[in-house]
């Protein structure tokens, strides 16, 4: 037999890299960190509303975004037609995504408890911590994927047989079941009464931060749009004045319901922000209409082609900039708090535009690092070295 009869089988050639999903992963981080600026100038009582909205309301859909883009990359990869190797895939998905959520927990329980003097967790608070991502306000994404990780088979079976009217019902259910998390004042009365040393109450508390089914209908929608990609494809060409329509619609609609709570409601900003979120029926609508808007004009260049370098920087180092972020928020409104400056408008501004910056330099600076000496983006980003081939 020759050498190529002898040689092994080739590996299956991965597919071209989405530039719409490096850039929608960028501008979803810039969303977050939006979101955690926001809730810092808030705070003052004397607080812009037009700015609190740009913060806290247009960047809602970062985070369901993320989940949007998550299950579109996940089955754009996916080879439908071989079996699925189910611990192969989490094999590799815990070291991209738990590694370095156990590795950030534990940075922030030590740093916290030093920076803040508020002490360590003992063993039965730190396992909570741990389990629902509660060392930092951030973290909680990366649980609710990991679950949707660990159900990964489930997923692939109803995206197989799941169609246009199946979605259609799905967002139905998913508005009646957000709604009912969020708003059921019976179930909210039942959650907050029970005692303090109820096993059930804290898996009732921080339900926002495993279960997936606060998500499961975007998740779904973009696993479902990368096994149809001609069809998605032709769908963004020929509809995409209908997809920008339903954008600024859906974004309209959750501003309406913000300045009604503000307006007619007399709800104060932080009433509103908390009121008007991304799992309220117009926060999932406005969802939708991001989703399918930015995967748009990032796949057909709807925009100044300048911006693509800056849009790959703060896709390519959104992750470390997404887990970094709190740190760099918090020295800074320490500063503030103990020189005693209030947190103005133009403040505000320049805060968001520091800690953005300051968050993709150190990424940049750690990916660097992390080239010399490889355990560091092992532990921070899941970023193992890439074998050698022969």
Known sequence: MT????????????????????????????????????????????????????????????????????????????????????????????????????????FYILHDGIFYHTGFPDTMRLGGLLLFGAAKYQLYFLVILLWFYL?????????KRIGPKGFAGLMILQIAFDYWSSYSVGFNTYVYGLPDGSLLKPFLMYRLNYWVMHYLFIFLLGGWLALHMEQFYAFMREKRRFITLVFWASLGS??????????????????AINTAHQLSPEGIFYT??????????????????????????????????YLVHPLFIG??????????IILTAPLTIAMFLVVLTLSILAAILCRKLGQLIPIINILTIGSFPKKKKA
Not at 306 to 318: E, Q, R
């Open 3 to 106: 050498a190529a009869q002898t040689a092994a089988p080739a590996a299956p050639r991965r597919k071209p890299r989405l530039a719409a999903i490096e850039y929608i992963r960028g501008i979803s981080m810039i969303g977050v960190i939006a979101i955690h600026i926001g809730s810092q100038y808030i705070v003052n009582t004397s607080a812009n509303i037009h700015l609190v909205a740009l913060m806290e309301i247009v960047s809602r859909f970062s985070v369901p975004i993320f989940f949007f883009i998550s299950a579109f990359g996940l089955f754009y990869n996916l080879d439908m037609s071989a079996k699925f190797d189910y611990g192969f895939f989490l094999k590799k998905r815990f070291k991209a995504v738990l590694i370095p959520y156990l590795v950030w927990s534990v």
């Open 151 to 159: 159900l990964m088979p489930l997923w692939i079976y109803w995206v």
């Open 254 to 271: 959750l501003l309406w319901y913000y300045y009604h709570l503000l307006f007619k409601e007399g709800y104060t900003a932080l009433e």
């Open 288 to 321: 939708l209409g991001a989703s399918l808007f930015f995967f748009t004009i990032f796949t057909y260049q709807k925009y100044p082609q300048a911006l693509n370098p800056l849009l790959h920087i703060l896709g390519k180092h959104s992750y470390f900039a």
């Open 331 to 340: 020295y800074i409104a320490m500063y503030l708090e103990h020189h005693g």
